[in-house]
Structure formats: C-alpha cells, structure tokens
C-alpha cells in the first residue's frame, strides 16, 4: 500500500500540469460506478475552478438548510470571461431593446429532485467536455451551469443508497436498493419540491438562486430530472397545453433542440419521446419560469430516479445502469449548448422581441386591503424583479377579483398599482391575470394561482393604464409603546400578526384574545385581538423590552390603554376573553402522510411561525403518550386506513375527549369519518350509472370530468367561528380536488354555499362541480373536553397560499 501512495504522490502534479483531470480521473473512480456524494461534487467544481481560472468562474450563491453549498460555475471563453460583466449588461439591455449583445446564455440546471440522482454526475461530465473537447462551442456562449439546485435531497439519496446497495450491485428491482423509503431524497429539507418553487419562493434554495437567475435571465435554461425506470428518455418540445404567454419562437425553439437531440439518439438507437406529459402552463417550474422570463425553458427526464441505484432490470428484461443514465443527459446537455452556438444572433432578436411591449388586455392591477397582505407581496414582487408603485385616491374601473364581474375599486396611498408595461410585464401577466388561459384541460398541476386570491387582497385587473406614484410609506414609529399601561392590543388579522403572537408566546408573555368585537377608547377591535395586560406579565422581566422589540420586529402597531372596561362588548377579564396558553403541539410523520403535506406544516412551525413542533413518527405513535401534548396536526396523505386501527382510533378519541385538539387535514378526514363520533360525513353523491360507450382512447378525457386540477373557489365565511378570526365573509380557497363532505351543525366555518361551486379561476371537470357543492371547506367540532378542527382544503399547499395560513394559525391558537 505504501509504496502504491508514493508512486501517486510523485506522479499526480505532473498530471495536474499537463491536462484537466476528468471527473473519473479526480475522483477516483469511473464515473458512473459510484454514487458521487455532495461534498466531493463540490471538490471537483473547485478543482475546475483552480485549475481553470481565465475561463471558469465558480461562487457559493447560499447555503441549503443543512448547510451545504449551492453553488453557480460560469464558464465561456478566455476573452469571454475578461468581458463578463460587459457581456451580462448587453444582454439584459434587451428588455428594453437596446444593446448589440454578440453571445448567448445557456444556463443547465441539475438534480433539482434529490433522488433523480443522475443529474449531478452528468453535469461533472458535461463542464469537463465543454472546458475541453467542446471547448468551441464557449467561443460565443456564455455556459452557466449549477451542479445541483438540491444537495440536501440528493445526499439523503446518496447516503441511503451507500447504505443498502449491494455488492456489486444488485438489479433485481425488489432488492432493497431499489426501494427508498417514505422520506425519500426527491425533495428538500423541508420535503418541499423545489421545482414547484420558482415563482413562490418560499424555501432557501430557490430564494438564493432567484437572485442569480435574475442576473441573467438565460437565453436557455435546462431542468434535468428523472422519471421511472421503464421510460425512455424526454426532451422538448413540451406537451399541451402551453400558456398563451408562450410565443411562436419560444415553441418552435423547443423543437429545433429536440431535432438536434434527436440525431443523438437516433444515431445511438436511443429511446425517446416529445410532446408529451410535460406541459407549460403552472409558473413555478424549471421550464415555466425561465420561460416567462424571456428564454426558452425545457425539462429534460432520463429514466431511473430513486428506484434505479447503480443499475436495475427494466420491464422489458434490459438492464439501465447510471453510466447509460449520465450518457444521455450528457448528451442533451452538450447537444443544448451546440444548437445555442448556431443560433446566437436568433437567440438575442427574440429575446429582445420577448420584452418590447406585448400590449396586454390587463394595462394595471390595482390592489387593496389588509397592509400586512400588502407588504407580504410586495416582498414577493421584488424579489421577482416586478415593478410596483403605490396608488393615488381615484377610483379605478375593471374585472373585480372578488365579484368576478365589472366592478369598481377606491385606490388610495395604501393600495398597489402593478403596471403591465414593465420589462417583467409577461410575469406580471402569469402570476396577476384572473384566469390563466388554457390550451386544453389535460395538465399535470394546478391551473389557477392569480396572486389577488392567494393574498387575500380586493383587487381591480384594469384595462386602461391606472397610474401609482412612489411605494407604499410606512412612517409608522412601532417602538413608540407607552410603558406601564394597563393593557395593550393588537389587531389579528394576518400570518404576520400570527409570527407576533408566536414570538411572545415563546418569550413566555402570557397573552389573551377577544372572543367578542368591542370598543374602547373610541377604537372598534374585532374578535381575535390581543389583548397583553401587565398584571398578566407581572412576574417577566423586562417586560416592555420584549413586546417593544417583538412589536418593532414584526412592524406590528400596539395600542395601549389604562382600563379594562371597555365601552361595548366585554370586559378584559369576562369568560369571552381568553387566554392563550403555551402550547405543546405535534404533527404525525411517516407513511400515513404525504411527504410534501408534511413537510409544509413542519416548514410553517419552524421557517414561517418560529414555533417548536415534535414530530412524532407513526413507526412508535402508538407508544408515545399524548398527555404531554395540547394539539396534534394529521397531515394529508393516503395511508390512514391501515394506521388508523382499532387502538390508534381509540387512543386519539380518548385524548381528543379528555381535552385534546386534533387537527385533521384531507386524507386524515378520510380515516376518521366513518367513525360516529366524528361529526364530519361523506357528502351522498347519486353516481352516474348510464354506462359511456366510449372508445378507448377518449378515456383520459372522460376522466377530465371528475377532476379538479387546482382551481379556485368562492367560500363563506363564518367569522364568528374562532377558526375564521381575523378573516371577512369570503374566503378564496384553492380546490385540489372533488374531496366533499357535508357542513358541520354550528361548526361549519368556511363552506361552499348554494351555487359556489363554480371555479372563479382554474378548470373543474362537469362531475366534480356536482360533488363539491355545498360542502366544507374547514370546520370545527366540540367532542367531549376536546376539540377537532377538519381542513378539507389544504392552506399551507407549497407554502403560497398566503392568505389561508391565518386558518391554521387560528386552529393553533385561537379555537379553545
Ligand atoms: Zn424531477
């Protein structure tokens, strides 16, 4: 061994002079025969970087919530590279039209699903040959390429796989390799999917790469996934439908790459199909939102993902191993970047073209309301780049949001005007516009998401130019609390009034709320305000330091006052005044549950809230002993059946009954409400029974009519119903589905009413619309000294839903 070592020690500098180190090479073992884990991914980038100074450039753009690196190499040639700022400024003057940009931007981004783990071992492969064999094509390109958008995922993938693989590998498919478990890599941290993310920005990788991407705004961009075993390779074009955004160029793009791709293929005997399955339509993916912005975006799918390891047996009896996996995306991706280079004056005329004014139905998008709601999206719209002003006092005219008719709308100082003449007017357009148009009804996710809704906002799409001035002022001095006052309130009304209460909560201040509207000192407050008194917090110190900071931090406006007696309603120390207690709150985990429903409560306890939550996993549920909890959250998913048995049942009933508050979510409703005891029952649909003689192939459509693909709907409030606190009598929420239960005697908080079962934006299939009228949306139920809460629809759905997270907020901490 050791004189092996000596002979590597004298030899490698020599190497490292005479030529660039492949990854093979680097890492020391053939590419392909290795799961490559992140850190060494990592290394190799950094050798590239060093060894490549004129013509690489490599940054650390964040940090994932398990601190790794992401990170962001940009690579074109030596007299390319001197001029990179001067080339990224000529490109981006195309959103105005000007500049005589010479070079084109080709940005490859990987492994965006941990588990579809081929993708970052390509992207080595692919750097290498562009800095070496392929090196031509940098001559006018300017490559981007980030090596993994989801470390933490791929290296939960990675780790596992090492830990089960066989050795050699083994593949046979039921070999446990091949079989991740519920906590799977695909997504990240936090179980979201970061291809689901690019428009919401709710989680840290896509909020730190949305900074870079703006910077360019790529002429291409290439998402690369990974389907199941038993497909074959997919590239663009996209299928059907497209969102009407979608311009002639940017469709016919797609194809001139999948020509190109498809030589490749065809020369090797490669599988592959187009047009199929992967639209263009929701504004959060890989493909969309490149695509919105200027470039031409594309999802390319290898076959394989989490279940395919080293290397598997497919359906047909061929076996796929990685090294044929990271052929392929090897192969899109150079084939990507050569099309690019013979198309550089093409792709700059259109991305100009793209940006000159497109002269939208929709000129301004007017927007009133709650200030808090206001400041939430204004936050979003900036990081987006979206230009925005604050209104004037006029009245402007249009398609009301909340009416879906002509209406009118009172701006003023506070309001948002949105312009749709700006360089992201396209963007503004997807994410503003009331009702997406759809090429057909056949998609693969949501087909409504208008912002107005999402943000619980009154809103006016106007078609003449409404015009703003400055931004919204805030001049409000939020430290300015008098000290030693009797009591002090806050309104509740918002996610951010929601983070005030949590803060103080965990700052140990003992806080109250209003279950009656009353008046004080000429002010009206509404049910759920707060109320902090000082004889509540007499034993904490430094009391008014903490709500001074927790009010200044949350730009939260506190009013104090010298009496409890109020002039109306109830006094501070009647039985309709509450007190909050610190709570002890769990959520279920494991295969009961959907990763992703999960992981949007645990990422809204810990990224969004700021309060503790145990998880407690299903494995040993039955063990653990529930006293210790106040609450107890069931996240949607679809194995309640076989986890709720006879004892389970039994065991959350007696704890729900001796005081306990569960929260059921979805599918959890489905396993609970066979069950007598639980209010909550199926809505009686009369089935169809006339049998459809139609041919095979009109299936799909058929089953359109049964679907709701994310739409939005209308819901009456009950705001007396301390579920719905904080909240008028109208709530938009997004459908999901044709789940439909039956309103709750007195609990019945938020529901469809007679006739709202017609989406206001998003498509509901003939079928569903008849299932989901007159149901409920979310309600509450009083069971022995306990309390359930049921959400049939989700709204921390991907965690944009801004205006539904009051909901679960008041579920927390409002319904006693
Ligand atoms: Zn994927």
Known sequence: MKTKLHFLILVLPCIAIAQLKSPSEFLGYELGTQFTRHHQVVDYYEYLAQAEPQRMNLIEYGKTNERRSLLLATISSKSNMDNLEQIRLEHLKGMKGEGAPKKAIVWLSYNVHGNESVSTEASMQTIYDLLTVKSDYLEDIVVLIDPCINPDGRDRYVNWYNQYKNSPFQVDPNSKEHREGWWSGRSNHYMFDLNRDWAWLTQVESQQRLVQFNKWLPHLHVDFHEQGVDNPYYFAPAAEPFHEVVTNFQREFQRTIGKNH??????????????????????????????????????????????????????????????????????????????????????????????????????????????????????????????????????VKGYNYKTAKTGSLKSSGNSLVIPSNQPKSTLVKVLFEPIAKLSDSVTYDITAWSLPYAYGLDAIASETTVNGVGVVQDNTDYSAIAPNSYAYLADWNSMKDAKFLAELLREKIRVRFAHKPFTLDGNAYERGTLIITKSDNKNVKDFNVILKKAAVTHKKKITATNTGFVESGKDFGSSYVDVIQNLNIAVLSGNPTSTLRFGEIWNF???????????????????????????????????????????????????????????????????????????????????????????FEVSEREQIKSAITGAIFKATVDNTNPLAYGYSDTYFTLKLGDRSYNYLENGSAVYLSAGANEPVSGFAGSEAKKKIAETLVYGTQRMGKGQVIYMIDNPLFRGFWENGKLFFANALFMVH
Do not use: C
Request: proline share 2%.
């Open 262 to 395: 498809a030589k490749y293929f065809d020369e090797n005997g490669w599988f592959y199909f187009t047009k199929e399955v992967f639209d263009l339509l929701y504004p959060s993916y890989g493909d969309t939102y490149p695509t919105y912005n200027g470039g031409v975006g594309m999802t390319y799918e290898q076959g394989g993902s989490g279940q395919a390891g080293l290397g598997i047996v497919t359906a047909i009896g061929d076996t796929l191993t990685l090294k044929d996996r990271i052929l392929h995306h090897h192969t899109t991706g150079l084939s990507t970047v050569e099309v690019a280079s013979k198309n550089i004056t093409r792709l700059n005329d259109e991305f100009k073209n793209f940006y000159a004014d497109k002269g939208y139905t929709y000129k301004s998008y007017i927007l009133n309301g709650n200030p808090d709601k206001i400041e939430a999206l204004s936050n979003l719209l900036d990081k987006h780049d979206i230009k925005y002003n604050a209104g004037i006092n006029t009245t």
């Open 605 to 695: 306890f810990e990224q969004q809230l700021n309060y503790p939550v145990s998880i407690l996993d299903e494995s040993y549920f039955h063990k653990v002993d529930l006293s210790k909890y106040d609450i107890l959250i069931l996240p949607d998913g679809r194995g309640y059946n076989s986890f709720l048995n006879k004892h389970i049942k039994q065991k959350i009933k007696d704890w729900v009954k001796a005081g306990g508050k569960l929260i059921a979510m979805a599918g959890a409703i489905d396993g609970l409400s066979s069950d007598k005891d639980y209010a909550i029952k199926e809505k009686e649909t009369k089935k169809d029974s006339t049998i459809n003689l139609e041919s």
